[in-house]
């Protein structure tokens, strides 16, 4: 198969003093021209997995593939410099006494490519990254995000297949890596080439990737676009990382054709997707988005009620926190305009069509 395929990969690092891997049994498909990023918290994992698809690290377990051709095994690896592959630090790592050119080259020069030609493709890899005309500057001339671009600048003059980011723009302040941001994902759809991005932001990789891998605790949870993971998160460790969500206690009343009623917040009943094996009186909990409930003026009938406990206004929304009678407390996004008041009455409405259940033990 082409692309990437990691099969049962494990990494457990010797020095640990506890025996948890840092890896357990990743299997991953990463296809040919996309953008793939792996998102999870702090000490997941998500390095040590970059680390062994680069070939810096020897699997214990598994194999990964790169175009059908095993390059990793417990057997040993093919070393990063002998596959097509470039990296990207969150450090830059570009050295501080030569100029942008200078830096650029360096891989051209060790691969003995001649002169007339290094200088056209120096060109072009500064042009892909938006940094013509510098490069006669050093680093200490450049902004940090310039850096960071010439260090990509000098991973895409080799024409690697496949590019590794390691947190590229976590050291840039929140506007430029943004603008950053835009120009990855511009940069990847122009070369084609396939980017697998380490990110613990995930508003980051819903932004930029094409399918995003979850990891937690050294295991994969999801793989899927960021509409899945975010919309359709495959277990309560998704739901909480990716995004605000309410997680709300509730009931199975009872499962038809794979659709499970449940009972949650004063009996209102919702109809949902069944999780595998749930029955009827099962304990769930349902993962709500706070922009899938509607908050209304209550009327006659309105089956839940709730008060208004806190009110904040984030610019391009405004966030209620709505306390229900049991004292649970819900996080509702809405359209910034300011409808209700501290202490007012609101009824509340959810969305099922968005919402997922999990069941609860
Ligand atoms: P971060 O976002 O903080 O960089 P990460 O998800 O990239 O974290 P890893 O760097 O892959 O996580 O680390 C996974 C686990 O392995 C962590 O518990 C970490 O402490 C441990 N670990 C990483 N490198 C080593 C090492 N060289 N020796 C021992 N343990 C390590």
Redesign the pocket.
Known sequence: MAGIVLRNVSKT????DTD?A??SGLDLDIHDNQFVT?L????????????LIAGYLTPDTGTISVNGKVVSSSDGVIPPEDRCMGMVFQNYAVWPHKTVYENVVFGLKLRKVPADEARKRVDHALDLVNLTGLKKRYPSELSGGQQQRVALARSLIVEPSILLL??PLSNLDAKLRERMRTELKQLQRRTGITFIY?T?DQAEALALSDQIAV?HG?RLQQYGTPREVYGRPANRVVADFMGLVNLVHGRVLGVVGGRATVSLLNDTRLDLPAPQGSAAGDPIEIAIRPENINLQKPVPGSSVLAMVSERIFLGNLTEYCATLASGEVLRVQTHPQEIFNVGDQVAVNVDASQCTIFQRT
């Open positions: 690092y010797p020095s640990r948890m840092a890896v792996l999870g918290p702090s000490g997941c994992g998500k390095t040590t997995t970059l680390r390691d947190e380490v613990h990891i050294g």
